[in-house]
């Protein structure tokens, strides 16, 4: 019996070749807590072994189920075990030297990228992660594929301000240190609230704590193909059936991520982990979020409506994927990242999108304030308080939020960052000029609200 009609099949094939449905990333989530010694150097032997045994066919079975089912996969991904945990049982911690035994092993298998070079810290620090925190502009000046994240934040321990005031000094160092590539070092490291385990994107990827061994996770995209849709209805179509419109192509994307996946899971030998469901937009002409917002009728991105036309989004995207798949994690929905997505470049350009416009969007995206670029000479306290705000939008809201600020070094508004490749290019951007400092260099923590008291 035939399952597949004639026009679906040209669906799913316009949607590949015309629209830009990819598969954003297979990402191989593998937990390292077995690699602890209390020698740094036994540690960065075990860590290598133990990827290479893992993800030696990643890259290869990838191109087979590309060739098989003429669909892209992107990038190929490795998260693994907050690496403050697996190094903080040695005698003679070093976490520059593990960042490059990761990206060694990184490079040895072909990944992309390799996420987990990171901490925990929403409610207080060990040593280890105040090292390796430390440790962090060194580490991401010296490799080519490591991506950093910090959760600083969470609804239920409130907002660690100490880790906050912390991270604005490493971020504003990170960027220095790559300043021959605009501070490329930043756009590879992220501060989250409510940070999720299972997360298959970068920067922000890591195995968290109750995750298994290992699994294969699965981050989707497709912007292109949902404008192309919404482009579809008659402009006045109302709200509620565009919203239909969503997340029936959402299901479609979706059921394509879980067939992947699967049969990604399965060659590999792993278990299959889960679909994040984000439209995660690129450089690319058509591949955009914020055109998804023009097809709905705004004239821009930034117009009034757009934090609206974005909530919709989210939602209806969540809705249709979850419908596709029994196991749905990591972030889901739509990302608003600056730099990769071309008509939030040209909006930012424009002037049409500030950056207090885009905080309000991260009230109802999946993500946050993400790869923004801001003049160099911004204080580090004004990092912290973009943070600090940040943090609270997530804590206070229940949801995950995270900030990925580039301070350009020597650049300032109006001027251009770039980047290249899926990171692309960024306008600098104003931000708010006048001091945070009495308030953020208060320190301490943030309490937890009210809500949290929920057991």
Do not use: W
């Amino acid at each position: 019996m035939n399952f597949f009609s004639e026009d679906s099949i040209l669906e799913t094939i316009n949607m590949i070749k015309v629209h830009n449905l990819d598969i954003r990333t297979v990402t191989l989530a593998l937990s390292l807590r077995d690699c602890c010694d209390t020698d740094v150097r036994c540690v960065g032997e075990k860590i290598h072994e133990k990827i290479i045994r893992y993800a030696k066919n990643l890259r290869k079975y990838a191109h087979e189920i590309e060739a098989e089912y003429s669909i892209p996969i992107v990038n190929k991904r490795i998260a693994v075990t907050p690496i403050s945990l697996v190094g903080e049982s040695c005698k003679n911690p070093d976490y520059v030297y593990l960042a490059k035994v990761l990206d060694k092993a990184a490079d040895e298998v072909g990944v992309d990228f390799i996420g987990g070079f990171g901490a925990l810290v929403e409610k207080g620090m060990t040593k280890g992660d105040s090292l390796l925190m430390e440790s962090i502009p060194e580490a991401l000046a010296n490799t080519n594929k490591i991506c950093s994240s910090i959760n600083l934040a969470s609804s239920k321990a409130g907002i660690n301000m100490d880790a906050i005031n912390k991270m604005a000094k490493i971020i504003k160092t990170t960027s220095e240190k790559t300043a021959n590539a605009d501070g490329i070092g930043a756009a590879k490291l992220v501060c989250f609230c409510n940070a999720p385990g299972d997360n298959p994107f970068m920067a922000g990827a890591f195995h968290g704590y109750g995750e298994p061994e290992c699994a294969l996770n699965i981050g989707v995209s497709g912007p292109g193909v949902v404008r192309a849709a919404v482009d579809s209805l008659p402009k006045d179509t109302p709200l509620d059936e565009v919203a239909n419109k969503i997340k029936q192509i959402a299901y479609k994307i979706t059921s394509t991520g879980e067939l992947i996946g699967h049969e990604m899971a399965q060659k590999l030998g792993i278990p299959f982990g889960i679909i994040d469901l984000s439209l995660a937009p690129t450089p690319a002409i058509g591949d955009s979020v914020a055109g998804i917002f023009r097809a709905m009728g705004l004239e821009h991105a930034g117009a009034h409506g757009t934090t609206a036309a974005l909530a919709m989004l989210n939602d209806a995207v969540k809705k249709g994927g979850i419908m596709a798949s029994s196991h749905v994690g990591g972030l889901s929905g739509a990302f608003i990242p600056v730099s990769e997505d071309a008509e939030m470049i040209e909006a930012a350009r424009n002037g049409f999108l500030t950056f207090d416009k885009l905080e309000a969007m991260t009230c109802v995206c999946s993500v946050g304030l993400d790869m923004i670029a801001i003049p160099g000479a911004t204080p580090v306290d004004t990092i912290a308080g973009i943070i600090a705000d940040e943090m609270a939008i997530g804590m206070i809201n229940k949801k995950t939020t995270a900030v990925r600020v580039i301070p350009v070094p020597n650049k300032k508004v109006g001027e251009n960052a770039v980047y290249g490749g899926l990171l692309g290019e960024a306008p600098i951007i104003p931000v708010n000029n006048l001091s945070s400092t009495g308030f953020v260099q208060r320190g301490g923590r943030i309490p937890a609200p009210i809500h949290s008291l929920n057991n």
